[in-house]
């Protein structure tokens, strides 16, 4: 909508914040002393560091364009000053203040937003309604890197959304971006995510059942209070992060030595919401010969007796491969094998399970599996 556009420039105009010059309009820097204020930068600063081409419009060297005239083959509106297009930064200004008022509370961006738009942004805004700050608040966000170039549409280096879940987790994602400050560059390799994908794991592996015991429950509210502490500080995410695993080393810990550990899952889970984790399993594609499985169920059933037998009841199918199901089926034979103390059928399962890449871990809740792809 050009209409906003052109009453702020209008109101720059007439309290001479900016002035007319053969079809433009620019913003004069020199009459906000503060300018520079966010990326502090003087204005004879800004001038040697700067390439500026000549403009002979121009008032200052570091004036910027709030209205530039039609140029051929270009669209353009109709204004007082002729027809043309608005600036960059003016588009900004008018679309807050129409929408969200003369001061923000929280503004954002990229990094390379610092200056010159963001900086002209706050010049035009406080000019235009005599307020300040324009923003309260400004966060701007490091770039995210492949390699040593920025991730840009322009260079062609993109990693979608999409491509990136076929390979990871939404947690081992987001787990990797979270590991470092919003403000800091981040460089996106595929070595990272693997490193996150194992450290997303071991959160799931904390919230496995602990045992029912009477024993002295974990208590979490320290590592709560780490985590509000750092959210507190800028948004520290990594040093939440560090909460966060440090929570689940100790609930490990804790429930080796037979405490409960159930409040403090409830508190590994709401932290790790509050950053959008779900700690939902990855799923697993289990790169197993039916043939083997089968062989394996078969060969148990020969040896087995007594009551472990019917718990082979849909194990040996004609499946042409194996489920994760299966597996839960299987460590079900095991756990029945060990209470009647068939110990050597019960080994020989974990042994075969080894063998295919699965790890088994017993704990006082029972016994977990996990799959290692080669």
């Known amino acids: 909508e050009i209409g906003p556009i052109l009453e702020t420039i209008q109101k720059l105009i007439d309290n001479g914040s900016a002035y007319a010059a053969a079809g433009d309009v620019y913003f004069r820097v020199t009459k906000k002393d503060d300018y520079g204020k966010l990326s502090h930068r003087t204005l004879d600063g800004m001038q040697a560091g700067a390439r500026i081409e000549v403009d002979e419009n121009k008032e200052h060297p570091m ?123 981040l460089s996106y390799t595929d070595e990272g995510c693997d ?16 045992p029912e015991s009477a024993a002295e429950p974990m208590d979490p ?45 409830e508190c590994l889970r709401d932290l790790g919401g509050l950053l959008g984790l779900t700690f939902q399993e990855r799923e697993t594609t289990l790169s197993i010969d039916a043939g083997s499985f089968n062989s394996l169920v078969e060969s148990l059933h020969a040896q087995l007796t007594g009551p472990d037998q019917g718990d082979l009841a849909g194990l040996v199918s004609a499946t042409q491969e194996v489920s994760g199901q299966d597996i839960d089926s299987l460590l079900a034979l095991r756990a029945s094998c060990r209470e009647h103390k068939q110990y050597a059928l019960a080994d020989e399962i974990r042994a075969w399970l080894d063998a295919q890449s699965i790890s088994v871990e017993d704990s006082a809740g029972g016994s977990t599996w996990e799959y290692r792809p080669s």
């Open 63 to 185: 004036d910027f364009v709030l209205w530039k005239g039609a140029r051929e083959g270009e669209p353009y509106w109709e204004s007082p000053w002729g027809p043309g297009r608005p600036g960059w930064h003016i588009e900004c200004t008018a679309m807050s203040m129409t929408y969200l008022g003369a001061t923000l509370d929280i503004h954002g961006g990229g990094q390379d937003l610092i200056f010159p738009h963001h900086e002209n942004e706050i010049a035009q805004s406080e000019a235009s309604t005599g307020e300040t700050p324009f923003s309260r608040y400004w966060v701007h966000n490091g770039l995210l890197q492949l390699g040593q170039d920025k991730m840009s549409k322009s260079l062609g280096n993109l990693v979608s959304v999409e491509e990136a879940l076929d390979q990871y987790t939404p947690d081992a994602i987001r787990l990797y971006f979270l590991s470092s400050h919003y403000r800091s560059p």
């Open 195 to 210: 490193a996150m994908e194992r450290s997303a794991d071991r959160l799931r592996h904390a919230l496995r059942p602990g």
């Open 221 to 265: 509210s320290a590592f709560r209070e780490q985590f509000i502490a750092a959210m507190d500080d800028d948004l520290n995410t990594p040093r939440a992060l560090a909460a966060i695993f440090d929570l689940s080393r100790e609930m490990n810990r804790q429930r080796d030595e037979g405490h409960s550990i159930e409040k403090a899952q």
